[in-house]
């Protein structure tokens, strides 16, 4: 499981590090566009775009199931991820674990996050295991939370 967790600052620098052979998932704010010096450095590109909230208000753009479906289908046999939005701990995270939790346990891939890091996006997390039909997604991850941060 080869998933890498940044945001915007610093996603350029690490496909640098490869160019051309990691894929990246890219989220953003609806209207914001891709991190400054990322083009031609990607294997493939998939670019989301909602806000990081998680209950719908005037004005919030959040993610639905159907983003959530389009990164789980789009990274499937992905050999190395990059997953960013804007700083790297919300949106980010949520996804790189609900498309890591796709083929291993919830368990294995929390590995995905860091500890005291990362804060993944709980509607994010609660769409992925309902479509990936895996309740225990979201168990672990409140759980691994609640240990983080409690």
């Given at each position: 499981m080869d998933i890498a967790?940044?945001?915007?600052?610093?996603?350029?620098?690490?496909l640098l590090e490869d160019?051309?052979?990691?894929?990246?998932l890219a989220v953003s704010n609806p209207g914001v566009g891709l991190p400054d010096g990322v083009a031609g450095l990607h294997?493939?590109?998939?670019?989301?775009?909602f806000d990081d909230h998680t209950t719908a208000r005037r004005g919030v753009v959040i993610a639905?199931?159907?983003?959530?479906?389009?990164?789980?289908?789009?990274?499937?046999g992905h050999q190395r991820l990059v997953v960013c939005c804007?700083?790297?701990?919300s949106r980010s995270s949520a996804l790189a674990y609900v498309i890591a939790c796709r083929d291993h346990p919830p368990e294995?891939?929390?590995?995905?996050?860091?500890?005291?890091w990362h804060l993944p996006?709980?509607?994010?997390?609660?769409?992925?295991?309902?479509?990936?039909g895996k309740p225990e997604v979201y168990a672990a991850m409140a759980a691994w939370y609640d240990s983080e941060y409690a």
């Open positions: 967790i940044c945001g915007r600052a610093t996603v350029a620098g690490l160019p051309g052979n990691r894929d990246l294997r493939r590109l998939l670019h989301l775009e639905t199931a159907e983003d959530i479906q389009r990164a789980l289908d789009w990274s499937v804007h700083a790297g701990i294995v891939a929390l590995g995905v996050l860091t500890r005291r996006n709980e509607l994010i997390v609660r769409l992925g295991a309902s479509l990936l």
